[in-house]
């Protein structure tokens, strides 16, 4: 299974304040995700990041709002932007090992509370 | 993307006690995956049943698929306190891997 790490492991921030989410792999990867889980709900897909190129924002998400990179296939950032108490969720970053089977694994989760 | 759904919603249980909870879905996949996610933490791969297959084991684990009915079981069995969580099934299928919708998944209570 691929190893992902993510800092901070949780924050709590200020409203109108940013805060920027980074996520390591182990191992080079193409495909990397950003979740989110909002309190009391299920998984909701933010966005693909793409390595070398922009984003791509499925709807209800914005690049204003979570600017992401993907400097190369093992790192990337997710940055939610001008917080308000509503962005309160954990985000997850997640990869597909791609083969056979595309199995696809979770980061531990960033805990973002915002006051 | 494609959603499984979970059933049923809750399930509480004794600790020993197996727990069987299910999965549906409507279209057709590559494969099915089982997520396991603590209170509060990340989600954890489980386990991953292909299209082609019927039956999978991983430990106290063990997960069937019915393709002809669009469903699957995931089975814990001599269940533990500590497999309180909540689990997901998760369809993969077509060429929109990594872009998963999740459903609202079952909350599993072991109490020791």
């Known amino acids: 299974s691929a190893v992902i790490s993510q800092k901070p492991s949780r924050d709590i921030c200020q409203r109108g304040t940013s805060l920027t989410i980074q996520c390591q792999v182990d191992?080079?990867?193409?495909?990397m995700f950003w979740y989110r889980q909002q309190p009391g709900q299920s998984l909701t897909l933010i966005a693909t990041?793409?390595?070398?190129?922009?984003?791509?924002?499925e709807s209800g998400f914005v690049i204003d709002k979570f600017p992401i990179s993907r400097p190369n296939l093992t790192f990337s950032t997710l940055t939610v932007s001008n917080m308000s108490p509503e962005d309160s969720s954990i985000y997850l970053c997640?990869?597909?090992?791609?083969?056979?089977?595309?199995?696809?694994?979770f980061g531990p989760g960033t805990r973002l509370t915002v006051l | 993307s494609q959603q499984g759904e979970e059933d049923p919603q809750a399930l509480s249980i004794q600790e020993g006690e197996n727990a069987t909870m299910n999965c549906s879905y409507k279209?057709?996949?590559?494969?099915l995956q089982w997520y396991r996610q603590n209170s509060g933490r990340g989600l954890v791969h489980l386990i991953l049943?292909?299209?082609?297959?019927r039956e999978k084991h991983s430990g106290r684990l063990r997960v069937t698929l019915d393709t002809s009915k669009k469903s699957s079981s995931l089975l814990i069995t001599a269940s533990r306190a500590a497999d309180t969580a909540s689990y997901f099934c998760?369809?993969?299928?077509?060429?929109?891997?990594?872009?998963?919708?999740f459903g609202q998944g079952t909350i599993l209570t072991v109490h020791p």
């Open positions: 998760v369809i993969a299928g077509g060429t929109s891997y990594g872009k998963l919708t």
């Open positions: 997640s990869v597909v090992r791609q083969g056979v089977d595309n199995e696809q694994f």
């Open positions: 191992s080079q990867v193409t495909m």
């Open positions: 279209t057709s996949i590559n494969n």
């Open positions: 990041a793409n390595q070398g190129s922009e984003a791509t924002y």
């Open positions: 049943i292909r299209s082609n297959e």
